[in-house]
């Protein structure tokens, strides 16, 4: 509930600053500019409604997904049909299997009956079945929380400071009046309103991973399953070619983790593992639960432009949720 919230004051939180900064602006001009930002409005949301619409089209050319049979993969469906029903959606989504060498899942689709479940042939091989099902539950999650929708509704504000900053700076509304303190303040403020609400967008992103990490537990999933899927993936993308990262690194916020981010958590993950055993178990998680994490200064800083909590916090997050149970 308390993560929830949290989201839903992020949202009302991004529309009030994009109230209060337009009215702002607005004033800046003594209002001859109301038109124009009404303009970059609707473009701004034109242009995302247009993401919005081909975005799977984008996701499943990107990941080279291939979505398969019953016949073809019977437990992989298996488990999507339980945890959909489980969650309550309308219908199963579309199973697919990505082409992609890296070990992940993803989920993605504009609305709960249109959506589609994805692992890479990698992850089949890594992990368990108990793990891949709490994987999977972690992505169900996303479908059950219209998660696709929110992030795509909160990223059309950075997108309308963006344009606002474009048109002042190198477009028809600086150049009209370049020498114009108002058109200069207008902006610099929309331009250090884009980084903000970009960041806090990002925030957001962290919220809705942290919110399917207890989906998934809520869907009957053991979080220590889940733990131990966050550690193998962690430790997989660390030994992994930074090339073959690379090919990731537009869609990575797609992803169940980001793979870019696991050389610098793998040393702090792998302290969680005290017997060495490549697993989290539940007698590690509850040592952990009542352990204060300390990040370093790097790992913090990397996690503020993050798509992706720190795996070690998700995991703490996980803990409590293990004890709680």
């Known amino acids: 509930m308390w993560l929830q919230l949290r989201l839903y ?6 529309f009030g600053i994009l109230f209060g900064i337009i009215s702002a ?5 003594n209002l001859s500019g109301v038109s124009f930002l009404l303009f970059t409005f609707v473009a701004a949301l034109l242009l995302v409604l247009v993401q919005f619409l081909i975005g799977p089209k984008i996701v499943e050319w990107s990941m080279k997904v291939k979505y398969v049979s019953e016949q073809e993969y019977p437990k992989l469906h298996a488990m999507v049909a ?3 029903q489980q969650a309550g959606l309308p219908n199963k989504p579309k199973v697919g299997i990505s082409q992609l060498n890296i070990p992940n899942a993803f989920a993605f689709g504009r609305t709960k009956r249109g959506a589609r479940v994805c692992v890479t042939k990698g992850i089949l091989d890594l992990l368990t079945d108990d793990e891949l099902k709490a994987v999977l539950g972690h992505e169900i999650s996303h479908v059950r929380h219209r998660d696709v929708m929110i992030i795509t509704m909160l990223s059309v504000i950075p997108m309308i400071f963006y344009m606002i900053y474009i048109s002042f700076f190198w477009g028809g509304m600086g150049q009209r009046d370049r020498n114009s303190g108002g058109t200069v ?3 610099l403020l929309a331009l250090a309103v884009y980084f903000i609400t970009n960041l806090l967008v990002m925030y957001g992103s962290r919220i809705r991973e942290y919110y399917a990490d207890e989906g998934s537990a809520q869907l009957g999933c053991p979080p ?8 193998k993936l962690t430790t997989w993308s660390a030994k992994a070619p930074k090339q073959l990262l690379k090919q990731t690194n537009g869609m990575k916020a797609f992803f169940i983790n980001d793979p870019g981010r696991a050389m610098e958590e793998i040393r702090d993950v792998q302290e969680i593992d005290l017997n060495k055993d ?4 539940q007698n590690e998680l509850m040592m952990l639960a009542g352990k204060k994490i ?6 913090r800083f990397l996690e503020i432009f993050g798509t992706h909590p720190n795996v070690v916090k998700r995991i703490k997050h996980l803990a409590s949720l293990q004890y709680a149970s």
């Open 224 to 231: 220590m399953h889940l733990a131990t899927a966050l550690y």
């Open 294 to 299: 300390n990040l370093r200064a790097g790992a």
């Open 9 to 14: 004051l992020l949202v009302a939180l991004m």
């Open 278 to 281: 490549g697993v989290i178990d």
């Open 25 to 29: 602006i607005g004033y800046l001009l």
């Open 82 to 84: 339980q945890l959909a």
């Open 185 to 187: 303040a207008v902006g």
